[in-house]
């Protein structure tokens, strides 16, 4: 996983590539409830996990998550995720704001394949204390 910061506020984290199996997909379908054979399409929150909780736990960020409610959660399916796909996930902070007393931080995560195109885009908002730096 690398990082970078090119100012305050600017953070993003890329995770390793990851290859999607049969199994990690039978084992989610199984676990949400969705048919066998295909991928939901809620993988891809699996998939960025690690990515997400490296932004969400980045020192420049200043997050702490036992001060922190999450407010929001979209995403954006460009095409189904299949068995044999190389994917990789991308999380940029894409803005902080101050708000209640607190930061608001949104982020989006992409996945790409090996071409770089998108897969699917989540995007997250998070409503934080301010914590001292």
Known sequence: MSTDNADDHVVVVTGDPVTVTSEVVARFAESVGAPSGQAPATLAAALTAPVQRAVMEHPDLRIDLSRTLHTAQ???HHRPIVVGDVLTATATVTGVRSARG????????VLR????TAVQ???SA???AEVEG
Do not use: A, C
């Open 126 to 128: 998070l409503l934080t």
């Open 102 to 109: 607190g930061r608001m931080i949104g982020f989006d995560t």
């Open 121 to 123: 885009t989540l995007s």
């Open 113 to 116: 394949d090996p071409s770089g």
């Open 74 to 76: 979209s995403s954006l």
